[in-house]
């Protein structure tokens, strides 16, 4: 395995090793027309996936699961390498300090929900996006005009239960039909998007479900 380079935030940020989420493709969604919708729309939910299985991309290993961010200093970091502007939208003018983030498994055997975490630094620049040698370079991206951007996020705590996809995508299935809690949930209608945000029904449903045993 290919030694990891350093990544550094800014001064007030954490310094950790470089592990990159998964990143969805910038042109995933018409940004103006997710940017019309977020204008009118406010969360303080969210949901925030990564890729708890190794994958190298240019030599950079892009796992960073739950259990890496409960490693890192402090258990907090910097999610960096977001590259669909929803998603920075999101980060940028929505993500504010103590919102609560559920921590998604993604492109792995089990997707699902493992853990909780929070925004602890509201979002600045990302600086991978100016890295040459990172797989998330952006080469049309300039230091006076930034496009990228990035929060820290903390560790809180691992949910009782693993909740994967699977039974999510069935409960989704099933209120789409009754008109329940789940029935517009983002994870569903805006999959693609690595970061997602989850209106308080949605996040009270899922809570109550880690005391639950799947069916």
């Known amino acids: 395995m290919p030694p990891k380079k350093s990544k550094t935030s800014d001064a007030k940020g ?15 969604l018409p940004a103006k027309v997710e940017e ?13 996936k990564s890729e708890p299985e190794s994958r190298f991309e240019n030599g950079v290993d892009l796992k960073f ?32 300090i103590g919102h609560k983030v559920f921590f998604y498994h993604s ?19 990302d600086h991978t996006q100016f890295d040459s040698k990172d797989p998330h370079y952006d080469r049309s991206a300039k230091k006076d005009a930034p496009k990228w951007f990035m929060v820290d996020v903390k560790f809180e705590r691992m949910l009782k239960r ?32 690595s970061v997602q945000p989850v209106t308080q029904e949605e996040w009270d449903f899922i809570l109550n479900l880690e005391n639950e045993e799947k069916t």
């Open 65 to 96: 699961g739950i259990e890496d961010l409960k490693k890192c200093k402090n258990q907090t970091d910097c999610w960096d390498g977001v590259r669909n502007y929803q998603a920075r939208n999101f980060m940028r003018d929505q993500m504010k």
């Open 36 to 48: 019309k919708k977020s204008a009118v729309e406010s969360y303080s939910h969210w949901i925030m």
């Open 162 to 193: 693993f909740i994967p996809l699977s039974e999510l995508k069935s409960l989704h299935l099933s209120h789409k039909a009754d008109g329940g809690t789940l029935k517009n949930m983002a994870l569903f209608t805006r999959a693609r998007l």
């Open 14 to 28: 954490p310094k950790t090793s470089s592990r990159k989420r998964k990143r969805e493709n910038e042109n995933d």
């Open 107 to 125: 492109n792995c055997k089990e997707p699902g929900i493992a853990g909780i975490c929070k925004i602890v630094k509201e979002s600045y620049v």
